[in-house]
């Protein structure tokens, strides 16, 4: 946060009663309420409850963890999204995941949920916000599924506050990553699309209807190839991993074969936002994944495993001209896309996640080279672009201070 001479106080009330969360230095004290209805209500930053559960749902994967309110992660796990169109196998695996998480911070068995602050998750959509009826477009078996509801149910009626995982990672950017230190903050996501999340004068920003930040959506090639959202020349349509990979090929390239993954954490594992619109369902034959879960080849296993971003970055990397360019491309046009939002939010700093925004340095280069050359006025040449800090865990944070920091990052409802 910015430097002051006292700190921005606010006040989260609920059923339970008000609970006073310190925002970080600025110039004034003011006061605002925000209030959430839920039999346990906001543990906030204070008192017993300074512990939350976090769930990052995407597109292949399930994660969770406990994180208390200095923003360490006490416990987590990981699982493979269920190939199910059965909504209550998935629920049940977001579920089962949770409960590992408890159990990997010592909290399992008949554990007090009591003494949670309340569930934070950051999930794909479209969906109803701030309700939680989410219709992830990359999980099929969730079409106005209610789930913000259906774990409040789940866990004692415990507070559940349920967003766009794009925003969960501005969040966790802004509250304990590469931006805690700004005001103004904008996160990005590059994977199986482009999403983002904005910070505006400390706050997440969510707007009218909590769709504030996508970025995937702005234009960057008017002549440009349609976009699965309707639009046309859309950054996603031209920079997401499928799209790149699609382009590649088109363009004659010949993927190289990679290796399982270990099915540990890796950049594919980043969130595929709900903004992420260039889904599985319309880029069946050009899907990204850098590391799966399930720890499947990148490229061409007997079941005919399209292939993705890691056989393209792996192309690139051995010095393949189409896949250099493929990556180049993708890179100019996030470049192009930030420049406008320097300019447009007077920014203090951008950073940049997903599997495919780690696919090498000829993304990097490109993007930054983008970047300058259309950054003309100088306080916005003066902001920073940089890789997230912490990829695996950011988005994590980022759902729990939904919870724990309601002030900076919850809404009023």
Same mark, same amino acid.
């Given at each position: 946060?910015?430097?002051?001479?006292? %700190?921005?106080?606010?006040?989260?009330?609920?059923?339970?009663?008000?609970?006073?969360?310190?925002?970080?230095?600025?110039?004034?004290?003011? &006061? &605002?309420?925000?209030?959430?209805?839920?039999?346990?209500?906001?543990?906030?930053?204070?008192?017993?409850?300074?512990?939350?559960?976090?769930?990052?749902?995407?597109?292949?994967?399930?994660?969770?963890?406990?994180?208390?309110?200095? /923003?360490?992660?006490?416990?987590?796990?990981?699982?493979?999204?269920?190939?199910?169109?059965?909504?209550?196998?998935?629920?049940?695996?977001?579920?089962?995941?949770?409960? *590992?998480?408890?159990?990997?911070?010592?909290?399992?068995?008949?554990?007090?949920?009591?003494?949670?602050?309340?569930?934070?998750?950051?999930?794909?959509?479209?969906?109803?916000?701030?309700?939680?009826?989410?219709?992830?477009?990359?999980?099929?078996?969730?079409?106005?599924?209610?789930? %913000?509801?259906? =774990?409040?149910?789940?866990?004692?009626?415990?507070?559940?506050?349920?967003?766009?995982?794009?925003? *969960?990672?501005? *969040?966790?950017?802004?509250?304990?990553?590469?931006?805690?230190?700004? %005001?103004?903050?904008?996160?990005?996501?590059?994977?199986?699309?482009?999403?983002?999340?904005?910070?505006?004068?400390?706050?997440?920003?969510?707007?009218?209807?909590?769709?504030?930040?996508?970025?995937?959506?702005?234009?960057?090639?008017? *002549?440009?190839?349609?976009?699965?959202?309707?639009?046309?020349?859309? =950054?996603?349509?031209?920079?997401? /991993?499928?799209?790149?990979?699609?382009?590649?090929?088109?363009?004659?390239?010949?993927?190289?074969?990679?290796?399982?993954?270990?099915?540990?954490?890796?950049?594919?594992?980043?969130?595929?936002?709900?903004?992420?619109?260039?889904?599985?369902?319309?880029?069946?034959?050009?899907?990204?994944?850098?590391?799966?879960?399930?720890?499947?080849?990148?490229?061409?296993?007997?079941?005919?495993?399209?292939?993705?971003?890691?056989?393209?970055?792996?192309?690139?990397?051995?010095?393949?001209?189409?896949?250099?360019?493929?990556?180049?491309?993708?890179?100019?046009?996030?470049g192009v896309a930030l420049a406008s939002c320097a300019a447009t939010f007077d920014l203090d700093l951008v950073?940049?996640?997903?599997?495919?925004?780690?696919?090498?340095?000829?993304?990097?280069?490109?993007?930054?080279?983008?970047?300058?050359?259309? &950054?003309?006025?100088?306080?916005?040449?003066?902001?920073?672009?940089?890789?997230?800090?912490?990829?695996?865990?950011?988005?994590?944070?980022?759902a729990a201070a939904f919870i724990l920091v309601p002030d900076c990052y919850a809404w009023v409802g």
């Open positions: 946060m910015a430097t002051g001479d006292s %700190r921005d106080t606010h006040t989260a009330t609920s059923s339970t009663g008000p609970v006073t969360v310190t925002a970080g230095p600025v110039t004034t004290t003011t &006061t &605002t309420t925000v209030t959430v209805t839920s039999s346990a209500g906001f543990g906030g930053a204070s008192g017993r409850n300074r512990t939350a559960l976090a769930l990052d749902v995407g597109g292949t994967k399930l994660a969770a963890g406990v994180v208390d309110a200095d /923003g360490s992660v006490l416990g987590r796990a990981r699982r493979a999204m269920p190939k199910t169109l059965d909504p209550e196998v998935t629920f049940a695996a977001a579920v089962e995941c949770l409960h *590992a998480a408890l159990g990997d911070a010592g909290l399992g068995g008949r554990y007090d949920y009591a003494g949670l602050a309340g569930v934070g998750v950051g999930c794909g959509g479209p969906m109803i916000w701030p309700a939680g009826e989410v219709s992830p477009l990359n999980i099929p078996s969730w079409r106005g599924f209610p789930l %913000r509801a259906r =774990l409040r149910e789940e866990f004692g009626g415990l507070a559940v506050l349920v967003h766009n995982d794009a925003v *969960a990672l501005a *969040a966790g950017e802004h509250w304990m990553g590469t931006g805690r230190d700004t %005001r103004n903050l904008l996160a990005v996501t590059v994977s199986t699309g482009v999403g983002g999340g904005l910070v505006l004068d400390g706050r997440l920003y969510h707007g009218r209807s909590g769709n504030a930040g996508h970025v995937g959506h702005i234009v960057v090639d008017p *002549a440009g190839p349609d976009c699965v959202c309707g639009g046309v020349g859309c =950054l996603e349509a031209i920079a997401s /991993g499928p799209r790149t990979v699609a382009w590649a090929l088109d363009e004659g390239w010949k993927p190289v074969e990679v290796g399982p993954t270990d099915g540990g954490p890796g950049p594919a594992e980043e969130p595929q936002t709900s903004q992420q619109t260039s889904q599985q369902t319309s880029q069946q034959t050009s899907q990204i994944g850098f590391a799966d879960p399930a720890g499947t080849p990148g490229f061409a296993d007997p079941a005919g495993t399209p292939p993705d971003g890691r056989a393209l970055a792996a192309s690139a990397a051995a010095g393949d001209e189409i896949a250099r360019a493929a990556l180049a491309r993708s890179g100019n046009a996030v950073t940049v996640a997903g599997g495919f925004s780690q696919s090498g340095p000829m993304f990097w280069d490109a993007l930054r080279d983008a970047y300058d050359r259309h &950054t003309g006025m100088e306080f916005a040449r003066a902001v920073p672009v940089e890789p997230s800090s912490a990829p695996n865990d950011v988005a994590l944070r980022g």
